[in-house]
Each structure stands twice: as structure tokens, then as C-alpha cells.
């Protein structure tokens, strides 16, 4: 009896109050005899408040949660039926409206049920985590503390009332927030309601207005020269707020570029379209027998005769549904964009990967271009370059570029000190120590960085046939427009053809050579 009572001490000071019940049912865990069915009936009924005054915030982030959302579609269930009524005239808002109610009161009881059941299944479980952190650390949350639920009431108190009124009510529109903002600058009587709502569930709300800018054109004079003109906007404009007036400036300052630095816009593009001709003259202007040889052959040099198989494959079914020219012009339009990312991220890498200074520089920039979403690219590109195939290169560039630095800058980096230290030992100067010590030795993460280079290009090509990249995307894109869903999917199914190609044989050409 003394044995018992020495092994359920430690859980009845940790528990406190209740603690015989939690130390029969710690016992059951460290047993492995708790049943799995077994349920914290307290924590069932009290749910984040019992893990408040426990101190198991995770269960109390959990049981918020729950009960939160349960409580927001309660809400959005009596928002709906309320517009269902008002709308009583409107036959298919009530319709609408009706189902939205259902679907929320629906959906806020299965999540309002389920949710309690599984936060007390939870409860114990988590809890014994707590137990066992407890007797490691006996600063551990443990007992009931009504600090905890104190703390925790005021938290809800701040949180639950925003979001159940959020939920409860249709917020305003940004238009009716401005009109609202400028009839309160007239003198104009604002409710209060109206004032809370577009400051606390509508869009964020402005804080200032600025007096709208000059309008700026670029005419030409009697010369035939191009100036800046500056318009003033017309008496009595109403202001603007600040992402207007940001946009603008940021459209001028384009303007301004794309006007007066026309010359080198217009040479990076002749530069780019001579490149795609010789490339594309390769691709698409050998005949298909000699291009689809040539390509098998490759295959077969770089990956062998498995690889060769899946290529010929590929191949086959881009013929026979009549994407050959195609998937030929998109590989042109790869071809060319890695090109650019190779010659430009070959030497960046190994500036990156050398020096610490670069590398504190280049990183923030590659960490933004790779966080950017793809079709923010092509917004500049259409900017200085307008439509068209050289836009849609530059525009694979600059995102298909980022792996490339990094994991020749990684590869270099991986080259052991000693390997460099013997190899200046025995003469070397820094020319010979890159090429033929640190670059041999960073060939597998160059050629790593070259494979996802050629996957990303593929992948951003297809999206910049929304700019005439033209290609296999412009038959995904029109298929998108005119509802051809079999041909999307066909197109769709070469596309992942074409980049399962390039992808395993630029693999096994890289395990080839390790």
C-alpha cells in the first residue's frame, strides 16, 4: 500500500485538484493499458478552458480554435438567414442565401461536435507530456491556477467579440469606405455603425489622403524630340490614397525608362531574338526524323538504353497528337533561358560561394526572387519589353536563375580545405585551384543546379505564353480560353512528358558522372 501511494505522489502534486483521476489514468498510459476509446469527460465540457487553468496552452490553442470556428459559422448561419429575409423579393438571393445558412449551421455542429470529442481525447494524452516535462522541470505549468484563466479571459475578450461580429455582419466595400471618408471631409453626418465597420471589418482603413499627383506623358516636340509633360489633374479632383499614388510613380518612373532607354530595351531584344532563331533553327527547323534521332542519341550517351526508351516514348506520343512543333519551339524556349542562367549563375556562384561578402549581398536577392510568385515576372517584362518571346525569356531568367547560384555557390562551398590546401602545396594558384580542384569537386551540385534550372525554365515558359512565348503553354492557354478541355489535358500530359524527358536524363548524366 505504502509502494502504491509512493508511485501516485508524484501525480497527485502535479495534478492537484482531481488528482486521483489523473493519476490512475497517467498510470494507464505509461502501462499501455488506456483504452483508446477513452475520453477527459471535464475537458469535454470545459474544452480550452480546463487546458487554461491546467497551463497546456497547446491544448488551449487546440480547444480555441474549435470552439471559435464552430462559433464563427454560427454567426455567418444568422448573417445569411437575416439577408434571406431581407432579400425575400429576390428569389434566387433567398435561394443562395438559404443554402449558405444551412451549410454554416451545418458545418459549425459536425465541427462543434467532432471538435469536443477529439479535444478530450487529446486532453490526457497531452497532458502526460506535460507531466514528464514537469519532472524534468518542475517550473512546468502544473495544478489549476485561476491566474491562467484570468489571463485567458482577457485574451478572449479581446479576440471572440471582433471575429463573432466580423462573422455577423457584411463588411463594406473599399468604394463605400471612400465615399464614406470623403462625405466625413465635407462636413457630412456618418453613423457610428457605419464608422465602425469601415474601420474594423472592412479594408484596412486610410489613414491619409494625398492630393493627387501631376499626370506625365512623353510627347514628342517640333524636333521630333520626346519631353515630359506634366498635366495637372483638373480643380476639384478628389485626392488619392497612397497605393494610387505609389502605383503611379511607379508607372512613370517606367514610362520614363522605357521611353528615353528605348535603344538598350530594343538591343537586349534583338540580342535575345538572334539567339532563339539559331536555337530555334536547330529544333524546329531540322526535319523531324534527323531532331528526333538526334535527341534519342543523346538520351542513350547520357542516361542509357531505359532513358532512351521513355524519350522515344515521349517523343512518339508528341508526334502522333500532332504537338511536335510545339514541344520543339517550348525546348527552343528552355534551350535559350538556361543558356542565359548557366553563363549568368555559373560565375555568380562561384563569386557567392568564394566570398562572404557576396554572399551576404546575393542572398537577400535570390531569397526575393524565389519567394515572388511566377506571374509577378512577367510584369516587368511586359513593361520594358513588351509581348513576345524575348519578354517571356527574361522572364524565365530571373526565376529560373536562383537555383543555379545557389547550388554552385553550395558546391563550392563543400570543397574541403584540406583538398585546397594540398592542392597550393603542390603549386597551384588560384586559376588552376578553380578549375581544376573546386569545380571538378562541385560538378555534382553544379549539375543538380543545372537540372532544376531546366525544370523551372520549362515550367515558367509555359506561363509566359500569356505574353506570346508561344509554345506548348499557348495551346493550354487557349484551351483555358475556349473551354477545349480534352486538348488541355492532352497538351498538359505532353508538357509533363517534355519535362520528365529533360529531368531523367540530366539525371542520369549527373549519377553517370559521380
Not at 456618418?190 to 469601415?198: G, I, T
Amino acid at each position: 500500500m505504502s509502494s502504491d501511494d509512493d508511485i501516485r505522489k508524484p501525480f497527485l502534486e502535479f495534478a492537484g485538484p482531481n488528482g486521483n483521476y489523473y493519476a490512475n489514468v497517467f498510470l494507464k498510459i505509461q502501462k499501455a493499458t488506456l483504452s483508446r476509446t477513452h475520453l477527459n469527460p471535464v475537458a469535454l465540457v470545459g474544452s480550452f478552458v480546463w487546458a487554461a487553468l491546467r497551463g497546456n496552452w497547446l491544448l488551449f490553442t487546440i480547444g480555441f480554435v474549435i470552439d471559435l470556428v464552430a462559433a464563427i459559422n454560427v454567426a455567418l448561419h444568422f448573417k445569411f438567414a437575416k439577408a434571406a429575409v431581407d432579400n425575400v423579393d429576390r428569389a434566387y438571393l433567398v435561394e443562395r442565401y438559404e443554402g449558405w445558412s444551412q451549410s454554416h449551421i451545418i458545418a459549425a455542429v459536425v465541427i462543434f461536435i467532432l471538435g469536443r470529442l477529439l479535444f478530450s481525447w487529446l486532453a490526457d494524452r497531452l497532458y502526460v507530456i506535460q507531466y514528464n516535462r514537469w519532472r524534468v522541470n518542475n517550473s512546468v505549468n502544473s495544478g489549476v491556477s485561476m491566474a491562467r484563466l484570468v489571463i485567458v479571459t482577457i485574451v478572449s475578450a479581446l479576440i471572440v467579440p471582433p471575429m463573432i461580429y466580423r462573422a455577423s455582419q457584411f463588411s463594406p466595400d473599399a468604394r463605400t469606405c471612400i465615399k464614406q471618408d470623403r462625405a466625413i471631409d465635407r462636413g457630412e453626418e456618418v453613423s457610428f455603425k457605419a464608422r465602425f465597420d469601415c474601420f474594423a471589418i472592412g479594408e484596412f482603413p486610410t489613414l491619409f489622403w494625398i492630393e493627387r499627383p501631376d499626370q506625365i506623358s512623353f510627347p514628342r516636340d517640333e524636333n521630333g524630340e520626346r519631353i515630359v509633360q506634366r498635366t495637372p489633374p483638373r480643380e476639384g479632383s478628389p485626392p488619392v490614397n497612397l497605393n494610387t499614388l505609389v502605383a503611379q510613380k511607379i508607372d512613370d518612373g517606367i514610362g520614363y525608362v522605357t521611353v528615353f532607354y528605348s535603344f538598350l530595351f530594343d538591343e537586349i531584344t534583338r540580342l535575345l531574338r538572334t539567339m532563339l532563331t539559331v536555337i530555334t533553327s536547330v529544333f524546329v527547323g531540322t526535319p523531324w526524323p534527323v531532331t528526333m534521332g538526334v535527341l534519342l542519341f543523346v538520351a542513350y550517351r547520357m542516361a542509357g538504353i531505359r532513358t532512351t526508351i521513355f524519350v522515344g516514348a515521349s517523343l512518339i506520343y508528341l508526334a502522333l497528337f500532332g504537338f511536335w512543333q510545339t514541344a520543339m519551339d517550348t525546348l527552343s524556349l528552355v534551350v535559350a533561358a538556361s543558356i542565359i542562367c548557366v553563363v549568368i549563375g555559373l560565375p555568380t556562384g562561384i563569386w557567392v560561394g568564394k566570398s562572404k561578402r557576396a554572399q551576404f549581398i546575393v542572398t537577400p536577392i535570390l531569397d526575393v526572387m524565389q519567394t515572388i510568385p511566377s506571374f509577378v515576372y512577367l510584369l516587368p517584362a511586359i513593361a520594358f519589353f513588351s509581348i513576345g518571346k524575348p519578354p517571356g525569356i527574361l522572364a524565365t531568367v530571373i526565376f529560373a536563375a536562383p537555383p543555379m547560384v545557389r547550388l554552385t555557390a553550395l558546391g563550392i562551398r563543400q570543397v574541403s580545405e584540406d583538398t585546397k590546401e594540398a592542392a597550393l602545396a603542390f603549386g597551384a594558384n588560384p586559376r588552376q585551384l578553380l578549375t581544376k580542384v573546386e569545380l571538378p569537386l562541385a560538378l555534382p551540385s553544379i549539375m543538380a543546379g543545372i537540372n532544376q534550372v531546366v525544370m523551372m525554365s520549362l515550367s515558367m515558359v509555359v506561363i509566359a505564353a500569356l505574353i506570346g512565348a508561344g509554345g506548348m503553354g499557348y495551346i493550354v492557354t487557349e484551351a483555358l480560353e475556349n473551354t477545349e478541355t480534352g486538348r488541355g489535358v492532352l497538351a498538359g500530359v505532353g508538357i509533363a512528358l517534355l519535362a520528365m524527358m529533360i529531368d531523367r536524363v540530366v539525371q542520369k548524366a549527373n549519377l553517370g558522372r559521380r
